[in-house]
């Protein structure tokens, strides 16, 4: 049963234009949400979270919504640079538990 | 501050034999602690996580197991390794649930 599903496994966007990853979940009782960005062979690297009492968070060129009616989260990257170019993970969270449940990943590719 | 430690970085085993994978976490004290496995091209499995010594959730049934002898140590063990054991291995802590995770290097492993 995946809670928390990325659709997209990958996406490749020009320099300089917004990327838009997405993200779902089905378990009503997630409050916590977080975006993650790996490179091979490394540890996932924190990006940007959102409580479910909010619906967007901005944090420099990262932007995250969540609308909860739809279960559904997305990130924004404006403008997206080179460096972007990543496996992105979103994550979820009952926070009366200790699960940290995440997506199977999206793969941004950002061309010059 | 906080930081985490994993090693090896790279690990290459037979069919078999034994497996123990070292995670410790500095700079704080009662840390959740959690193991993560990434298989090729898959998302994020959460493995097993640790809300104190000795206590261990298992969230995966497989031939793996989880210990966690002092407050910031957690380690991942087999008796015999599979080849579906194969993956890349992460350790990661959080302070409460609903705060972000932290993720270590990862360790690669392959059974050969």
């Known amino acids: 049963d995946q809670q928390v599903k990325q659709n997209s496994p990958s996406l490749s966007v020009q320099e300089g234009r917004i990327s838009i990853l997405n993200c779902d979940y089905t378990?009503?009782?997630?409050?916590?949400f977080l975006w993650y960005k790996k490179y091979p062979a490394e540890g996932p690297t924190f990006l940007i979270s959102?409580?479910?009492?909010?619906d967007k968070n901005e944090d420099g060129r990262f932007t995250v919504f969540l609308n909860k009616s739809a279960k559904h989260l997305s990130l924004h990257i404006v403008p997206s640079q080179p460096g972007d170019s990543a496996v992105y993970f979103c994550?979820?969270?009952?926070?009366?538990?200790?699960?940290?449940?995440f997506g199977t990943g999206t793969r941004l590719k950002v061309l010059a | 501050s906080q930081t985490i430690h994993q090693w090896p970085a790279t690990l290459v085993q037979p069919v078999g034999s034994p497996l123990s994978l070292e995670c410790t976490v500095e700079?704080?004290?009662?840390?959740?602690l959690y193991w993560y496995r990434q298989a090729a091209g898959r998302g994020l499995q959460l493995l097993f996580y640790?809300?104190?010594?000795?206590?261990i959730s298992s969230e995966v049934p497989q031939n793996l197991s989880a210990s966690r002898p002092q407050d910031r140590q957690f380690i991942l063990s087999s008796k015999k390794l599979l080849l579906s054991d194969s993956g890349f291995y992460l350790c990661?802590?959080?302070?409460?649930?609903?705060?972000?995770?932290?993720f270590g290097s990862g360790t690669q492993l392959s059974v050969l």
């Open positions: 959102i409580s479910s009492i909010k």
């Open positions: 640790s809300i104190g010594i000795d206590q």
């Open positions: 378990n009503s009782m997630f409050d916590y």
């Open positions: 700079g704080t004290s009662n840390p959740n």
């Open positions: 994550a979820a969270i009952n926070s009366g538990t200790y699960k940290y449940i």
């Open positions: 990661a802590w959080s302070g409460q649930p609903g705060e972000k995770l932290f």
